[in-house]
């Protein structure tokens, strides 16, 4: 089993109301490692944050960091999230604009790849983290395709998510061995669907997607406790050579804290090795 991380994006609103203590309860459900989501957020120094991290016993390994963010002040914005620890730095999504589908897109491209080459300057890997929208045609390929296609892997390595893949249309495990050598960081996040426990891949409902995250009311679910084949997209990562996976549940089971959500995903993959 490869190492697992926590993405702090679960337990944001926790994190809030008591940072330290947060971070202590997901150490305490035996959580090592941790990706960063919205670290700039909380007001604290680089060296605050790691401190808070170290005393909890906690290691950030990657982070998501806003496109326009590090697009506006690259070199600082890169190198806060790299004194915490952090060896990733990950596009986490795009605007409207931003996208395939919108007007900024092609400079967008570009752009990414200026931050691939600024971040390896610094010492780190720069990531991209999909959701369903990258699986819509761009020139006769997926947008995501045509993504990693237009930028050179040594500047933007993938950090694929497996829910937003298979709502996009594709399986997963496939997707990941696509892209071989290129997949450092995987993201496990596991849905129930409301079709009888299965979900077609058709394009109509990522809309479907779209409009059930925006009511809150998208399925998400524990690792394992879901549709999703997760032995065989465990089996994708180790032979595309991962080295990470990431646990993340965007809200948790209904009835359930997103601590508890957590450690039950952590206690599925456990039972797993």
């Given at each position: 089993?490869?190492?697992i991380?926590l993405?702090l994006?679960?337990?944001?609103n926790e ?7 947060t ?5 305490g459900?035996?959580?090592?490692y941790v990706e960063?989501a919205l ?7 680089s060296?605050?944050f790691?401190a808070?991290?170290?005393?909890a016993?906690l290691?950030?390994?990657s982070a ?24 990733f730095i990950v596009?986490p999504?795009?605007a409207?604009e931003?996208r395939?589908t919108?007007?900024n897109?092609e ?11 600024t971040v ?11 959701h369903?929208f990258?699986?819509?045609d761009?020139k ?15 500047l ?5 998510d ?11 495990a ?8 290129r997949a450092?960081?995987v993201?496990l996040?596991d ?11 058709d394009?109509?409902l990522i809309g ?15 690792v394992?406790?879901?549709i999703?084949?997760i ?10 050579g ?5 646990v993340?549940?965007d809200?948790?089971t ?7 959500c ?5 206690n ?6």
């Amino acid at each position: 089993m490869l190492p697992i991380m926590l993405q702090l994006y679960n337990v944001r609103n926790e994190l809030a109301q008591d940072f330290d203590g947060t971070l202590a309860q997901v150490a305490g459900i035996g959580y090592k490692y941790v990706e960063l989501a919205l670290a700039a957020s909380f007001n604290k120094t680089s060296s605050q944050f790691k401190a808070s991290l170290d005393k909890a016993g906690l290691t950030a390994v990657s982070a998501h960091v806003p496109y326009q963010d590090m697009v506006a002040d690259p070199e600082k914005v890169i190198t806060f999230h790299l004194e915490i620890g952090c060896k990733f730095i990950v596009i986490p999504f795009l605007a409207q604009e931003d996208r395939s589908t919108g007007s900024n897109y092609e400079q967008v491209k570009q752009n990414i790849a200026k931050l691939g080459e600024t971040v390896a300057v610094l010492g780190g890997t720069l990531l991209y983290h999909n959701h369903e929208f990258e699986f819509e045609d761009y020139k006769g390929k997926y947008a995501l395709d045509d993504l990693y296609d237009s930028i050179p892997a040594k500047l933007l390595q993938t950090e694929i998510d497996v829910c937003w893949a298979k709502v996009g249309g594709v399986d997963p495990a496939d997707y990941i061995r696509k892209y071989k050598g290129r997949a450092p960081v995987v993201h496990l996040k596991d849905f129930d669907s409301s079709q009888g426990g299965t979900l077609k891949a058709d394009y109509d409902l990522i809309g479907e997607a779209k409009k059930a995250r925006q009511s809150g009311a998208f399925p998400f679910r524990a690792v394992g406790c879901g549709i999703q084949d997760i032995p065989n997209i465990l089996k994708a990562a180790a032979d595309a050579g991962s080295q990470w996976l990431v646990v993340e549940q965007d809200l948790p089971t209904p009835g359930k804290t997103p601590i508890e959500c957590a450690k039950d995903s952590l206690n599925y993959l456990n039972a797993l090795k």
